[in-house]
């Protein structure tokens, strides 16, 4: 079975804060993903990565960054956590992106609350 | 980009009823998923399903990708099986998914 794994279930952060949520997959995927979801607007894509060291932004980058310096190991950075940016945080992973989109897979979530 | 919506937006249903939910896409697509999200937040993969039929257990799902569609039916319901069910799809190839809104299915006893 994929397991996609994430750092914290719930965090609670200070307004201007550093913030790392790391993700990690054990299945040798190439791809791995982050989103956020909140009420009202559902799950949107922050952004991605398909290969170590690369990165694409995705729909609402802004106030983000990430890193991937493994391929097992994707990271979401928040450079100074803002308020608005408290939401839940889903990391996914998919074997590959040659051809067609390969089935992604989603880790438990992190639920942020920045005061 | 890509529109994805879900109807309906809420179900309530008796257990054992049965039940289908559609997900619309506005543009061919070459991902298309379905996954049940439980109340801690996690996400279960259902189906990994761009184009047609699935079924596992007394759930089952199809795709017609010609008329940018995709049907996901429950079949004799369980309590268990409330949650929101949402419909994910990708056209991309290292792409993230767009997700519908979802459906919020409510089974009673």
């Known amino acids: 079975d994929v397991k996609v794994t994430q750092s914290s279930r719930y965090l609670v952060k200070r307004t201007g804060e550093k913030v790392f949520l790391e993700c990690v997959q054990d299945m040798d995927h190439e791809n791995m993903f982050w989103y956020r979801q909140d009420p009202g607007l559902g799950l949107r894509l922050i952004y991605f990565s398909y290969d170590v060291k690369m990165k694409e932004k995705g729909d609402i980058p802004e106030g983000y960054s990430v890193s991937r310096e493994k391929k097992e190991r994707f990271s979401l950075i928040l450079e100074s956590a803002s308020t608005n940016q408290t939401s839940m945080y889903l990391c996914?992973?998919?074997?590959?992106?040659?051809?067609?989109?390969?089935?992604?897979?989603f880790g438990p979530g992190t639920r942020l609350t920045v005061l | 980009g890509i529109q994805v919506e879900q109807s309906p937006p809420d179900l309530i249903l008796q257990e054992g009823a049965n039940s289908t939910l559609r997900c619309n896409f506005s543009?061919?697509?070459?991902?298309l998923q379905w996954f049940h999200q439980n109340p801690w937040g996690q996400l279960i993969n259902l189906f990994y399903?761009?184009?047609g039929t699935k079924q596992n257990g007394r759930l089952s799902a199809t795709t017609v990708a010609t008329e940018r569609y995709s049907l996901l039916y429950i079949s004799s319901s369980q309590t268990t099986d409330s949650g929101v069910y949402f419909c994910?799809?990708?056209?991309?190839?290292?792409?993230?998914?767009?997700f519908g809104k979802g459906t919020h299915l409510i089974i009673q006893p």
């Open positions: 996914a992973s998919s074997l590959s992106s040659r051809g067609s989109q390969d089935e992604q897979f």
């Open positions: 543009d061919s697509v070459n991902n």
């Open positions: 399903i761009p184009s």
């Open positions: 994910a799809v990708g056209a991309g190839g290292a792409d993230g998914l767009t």
